[in-house]
Structure formats: C-alpha cells, structure tokens
C-alpha cells in the first residue's frame, strides 16, 4: 500500500477531526451514516460535507450509499490518525522510506528531530491469504466482535507489549518506542533478515545462538511461533536480533510443544540448506562422539510459564485482548522462501483481498461491546479549539 504522506500536510485540523469522527462513529457503526459523523465532529464552522469529500478524495475514507449515506476508514485513513498522534506526541516527525513488507504488515522508516531513524510497523492482519482463509470460518462465526482494525490495533499491542518484556529479559530484540492504535514505533535494526544471507563466518556460533534464544525463550514461558530467517535479524558484525512478535504463545499452550519443535526445526532446516550445515541426526549415530547439535527437547527444558507475565500484564495487554488475537493468529507461520513458496495459489490470494474488503466493511465490530478504544490510544476530539463538544 503505498503511504503518501505529503498528504498529511494538506490536511487541515478539521479534516483530522472530521476523520476522528469517523473512526469514533465506527465504534457502533459499520458504516457510520454522514449526520452522525456532521454531529459528532460538529465542525465549529459547518462544512462537514466539504470535508469529507476531501478525505475521499486522499483515500482516507470509503463512501457507502448501499443502504444509507455513509463512510468508513480504510486503513490509510488509520494509518493516518496514528501517524499524526504520534507526530503530536513527538515521538517522530517525519516518516521516510517504506523498508519492509511483511505478510501482514508495512515497515517504515521514520525520523526523529535529532535524525534519528526509527522504524515505524503499521499492522495489517488479515490482508494476506493463508491465515485468513483458513481462519474464515473461525472469523465469520464471531465477527460481531471482531474486525480487521480492531485486531491489528491488539497485534500491536501485543507486539509492542512483547517487545517491551523481551527487552527487559536481555533479549536481542529492537527497543520498543511507542505504540498507537495499530502502529508500533521501534528502534530501526541494522543488518538484513536472515534470509538474504548468503554467507556466514561463524555459521555454528550463529546457529547455537539462535537456538540458544528459542531455549531460553521457553524458560522464560514463551515460544515465538514464528521463528525461522524471516524475523531473525543479523548484522555486519553477526549480531542477532530478532522481530515480529504477534504470534507467540505461553509454553502453557496446548499446542506449546508443536510450536516449540517448529521454530527449532526452521532452524535446523535453514542453516542445513544455507550453509550446509550437518547435524547430529543427519549422520550415522556410531559416527558421532561428541553430542553436538541435537535438537533441544521442549519436555527438558525448565519452564516458568510466568516469568514474563507481570512484564506483559504491566503494559497493558490484557489476558482478554489475548485470547481474541490468539483465536485469530494463532498457528500462522511465515512461509519459508526455499521450501513451500507456492504453495499459495494466486487464486487464494485474491480471495483474500477480497475477503479484506468484505471484512472491512463490517466494521460493525470495533469490540461494540463498548469498552474498547476507550483508552488514551484511541479516538478522541481534540476540542482544544472548541470548548464543550458532544
Ligand atoms: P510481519 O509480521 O509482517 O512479518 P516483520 O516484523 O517481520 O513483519 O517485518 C517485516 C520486515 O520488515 C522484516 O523482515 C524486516 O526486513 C523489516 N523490519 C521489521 N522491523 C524492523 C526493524 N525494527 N528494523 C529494521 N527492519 C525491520
Ligand atoms: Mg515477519
């Protein structure tokens, strides 16, 4: 998608207002019918109408006339309302070049006063394929509670949450910033994905590192779920750091166990094929003296599956907000490039872009049971200018 975001400087504090108005409307309605969005962005001077044409026009909102005159966000239109928080909390001040795509994500870099680069994670779930179809009828049973913006505002949540603990237990991973909506801003990681490496000087010290953090990722009660050259990071110097942390589980999980020899055996599978690394299992077992490179079992590992809990419950993320994003990621997995690329059919691809659109339109859900985006993250008037508003 692309993010122009010249855009945001033509675009005046009513039109922000207007747009906030929206995404409060959306709270309650699917499509949020055009009096409302007049009555609660109740422009000092009129002109709701003016505005919202403009906003169109950027592709911030989508118009709906199917049963009533009305509009919803798109996600540019998000992006936009947690772009411009952000720059108004001072957190960065201007965004740069888009550095990653991932399969549910955009990446981008953002600078700060001082021109310090930071990278910039705006949340997409559900744009891409193979979790959503596979989760559609999941989806579709419970989508009175749940959308597309509703769960990528909880996968950055979680990520940044995650983030957060991660880094307090020393673990290599970027320093979490700030989050908003379905935005997280974090330390930009210098080095490339795993997977763009050809060549390492010290493969199996770079292995036993890696498999070393998933260890002690489950003493600490977690399994990434997702771990393989995708989201681990290297640098220059072969320093590790790893990303992308909306899909890790408890290692109370039922499935804990899966996840944990999953991740593992995307590494073993990567570095055997990268660097032709060989382990103990793919020899002759009377050849081998020394126990070098077996697999770590999940059952011998001694787990605290609450040592990290207190970090995560401190920032916010709920053990509710859990199990609503975990019932709709869970079990995703990055496809790695040298193994099952296409295993997606194009066909599918479209279903789900469609599905997207669909999804999107019933954007009944931003949790209508009320209680969320309450929270200082969400939408809310600046009525600095107005005084009382309704
Ligand atoms: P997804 O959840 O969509 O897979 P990721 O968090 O894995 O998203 O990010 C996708 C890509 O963006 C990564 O493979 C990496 O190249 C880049 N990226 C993500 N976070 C950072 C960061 N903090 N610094 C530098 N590059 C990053
Ligand atoms: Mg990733």
Redesign the pocket.
Known sequence: MKLDVNVLRYLSKDDFRVLTAVELGMRNHEIVPAELVTRIADLKHGGTYKVLKNLLKYKLLHHDSSKYDGFRLTYLGYDFLAIKTLVNRGVFTGVGRQ?????????F?VAQEDGTI??M?L??LGRTSFRAVKNKRDYLRHRSSFSWLYLSRL?ALK?FAFMKALQEHDFPV?KAIDCNRHCVI????????M?QVKELQNPETIFEKIIGIVVRLAEHGLIHC?FNE??I?IDDEEKI?M?????MVSVSHQNAQMYFDRDIECIFKFFRKRFNMTFREDRDETEVEVDENSRPSFYDISKDANALDRDLEASGFTKKEQNHLDRFIEGGQ?KSKDSDENEESDDEEQTCESNEEENLNEMTSLELQGKEQNNSDGAELDDTEKGESS
């Open positions: 550095i990653g795509v991932g399969k549910e994500s955009d990446i870099e930071l990278a994670k949340h997409r996968a990520e970027p974090m330390s930009l990681v210098p080095g490339y994905p997977v997702d995708f989201n990071m750091t990303i992308d942390f909306p899909q990055e």
